[in-house]
């Protein structure tokens, strides 16, 4: 039962390049979550999925796109991607609303 | 503007000693807190919960405290033992929002001297 995984864990893009992050998981869970974590700043959500076939945006979501490829996965695409995206990105599932979330490892990304 | 807000950034105590971590959010509509803990290069994981119905809310050493009226929670750890070393974040959701959209402050970072 290996719970949230997220593939690369670290990343190097230039300005200008796309990229898909990849997460899935193993807990049959409904809702799905893309979180970005900057200094500071807290983990700031920027897509979720309440349950497979919707999605929606979350406090950030300029220059992310999602997928929620079915219940067990859930990607992000940066299109282009920018010196601000330069963070670290998490993806979590749950049950449900009021649920706990479970947390991924993490994707380090770096936007020269 | 910050809804969620963890005002000190760092926190040492001695072991045994009581941790006690502090949360202001600004949001009246929100009526379901969490605090989770981060390890470095992990993520987070979920601690301890506690919904505006109630004012306390304990699981061992840990015990969350809910002040509606001040806007105000707190997480109390006693007693504080090294491996609490960590970042907790504090977080808050509500019905105004969806309870999907959990909103995070920007964490308190425990160390626990032996």
């Known amino acids: 039962n290996a719970g949230v995984t997220q593939t690369p864990k670290f990343q190097v893009l230039k300005t200008g390049q796309s990229m898909t992050l990849q997460c899935a998981q193993d807990?049959?869970?409904?809702?799905m979550y893309w979180y970005r974590q900057d200094p500071g700043m807290g983990l700031r959500l920027i897509y979720y999925?309440?349950?497979?076939?919707?999605?929606d945006k979350g406090e950030v979501p300029n220059g992310y796109n999602v997928s929620r490829l079915n219940k067990r996965e859930f990607s992000l695409r940066l299109e282009s991607a920018a010196p601000s995206q330069t963070s670290v990105y998490f993806c979590?599932?749950?049950?449900?609303?009021?649920?706990?979330?479970?947390f991924g490892p993490g994707t380090r990304l770096l936007v020269l | 503007d910050q809804q969620v807000k963890q005002n000190s950034p760092s926190l040492s105590v001695q072991e045994g000693r009581i941790s006690i971590l502090n949360c202001d959010y600004t949001?009246?509509?929100?009526?379901?807190f969490l605090w989770y803990k981060k390890y470095p290069a992990e993520g987070p994981t979920f601690l301890i919960s506690?919904?505006?119905?109630?004012d306390k809310n304990e699981d061992g050493r840990f015990t969350v405290f809910l002040n509606k009226s001040a806007k105000h929670l707190s997480l109390h750890i006693v007693p504080s033992q090294p491996g609490d070393s960590a970042v907790y974040f504090c977080?808050?959701?509500?019905?105004?929002?969806?309870?999907?959209?959990?909103?995070f402050g920007p964490g308190t970072s425990l160390s626990v001297i032996p």
């Open positions: 999925s309440a349950s497979e076939g919707t999605t």
């Open positions: 979590a599932s749950s049950r449900g609303q009021l649920e706990t979330q479970y």
């Open positions: 807990m049959n869970h409904n809702s």
């Open positions: 506690i919904s505006s119905i109630k």
């Open positions: 949001n009246s509509m929100f009526d379901y």
């Open positions: 977080a808050a959701s509500g019905p105004e929002t969806s309870y999907d959209k959990v909103i």
